[in-house]
T-cell receptor, first 115, second 109 residues
């Protein structure tokens, strides 16, 4: 089975721009969670999507949004980028809801640099 | 909200020495998961513990879940250079998964 894929792998943007990241989960997995990883804050939960519905959200501003399509692929969007948004963005897929103890499988991440 | 702390934050060991990382949650967990992230890589699932007091082994790695289900530990016996990376614990609470702060392990050959 193919693993979780994320595109693009690297991205450089400037402040004020917006960005869209994509995640394709493992076949058969219906849940996709997004995390932001920075050296100072560790792995921070952004949101989780299951069956095209956002099931849970972390403590991030409204500039961070996401969606999930009927094939379980997910996208996350960050608008009005700030320098502090520079991070590794990881998505993780699971068969069921991650919050219900399902094992998560992570993608390689998208490294976003905001200049 | 839920907080999951890990200690130590960093650990340097000589190859062959043992290593332990501890994970403490501010809330009771239904289960705890452990992940390993190699330098430049992404977190990879290692194991899940569910029962109070549960102990599981994977070759040189021993995982424990505390009796109160609020803490856990990962012990590596006779570390090898392949053990280098950051080890995270993670636990679900209120339908969110919270990751611990991580312990970065460096093994000196």
């Amino acid at each position: 089975k193919a693993g979780v894929t994320q595109t693009p792998r690297y991205l450089i943007k400037t402040r004020g721009q917006q960005v869209t990241l994509s995640c394709s989960p493992i076949s058969g997995h219906r849940s996709v969670s997004w995390y932001q990883q920075t050296p100072g804050q560790g792995l921070q939960f952004l949101f989780e999507y299951f069956s095209e519905t956002q099931r849970n959200k972390g403590n991030f501003p409204g500039r961070f949004s996401g969606r999930q399509f009927s094939n379980s692929r997910s996208e996350m969007n960050v608008s009005t980028l700030e320098l502090g948004d520079s991070a590794l963005y990881l998505c993780a897929s699971s068969v069921g809801l991650a919050g219900n103890t399902d094992t998560q499988y992570f993608g390689p991440g998208t490294r976003l640099t905001v200049l | 909200g839920q907080q999951v702390m890990q200690i130590p934050q960093y650990q340097h060991v000589q190859e062959g020495e043992d290593f332990t990382t501890y994970c403490n949650s501010s809330t009771t967990l239904s289960n705890i998961q452990w992940y390993k992230q190699r330098p430049g890589g992404h977190p990879v699932f290692l194991i899940q513990l569910v029962k109070s007091g549960e102990v599981k082994k994977q070759k040189r790695l021993t995982f424990q879940f505390g009796e109160a289900k609020k803490n856990s530990s990962l012990h590596i016996t006779a570390t090898q250079t392949t053990d280098v990376g950051t080890y995270f614990c993670a636990g679900p609470s209120y339908q969110k998964v919270t990751f611990g702060t991580g312990t970065k392990l460096q093994v000196i050959p």
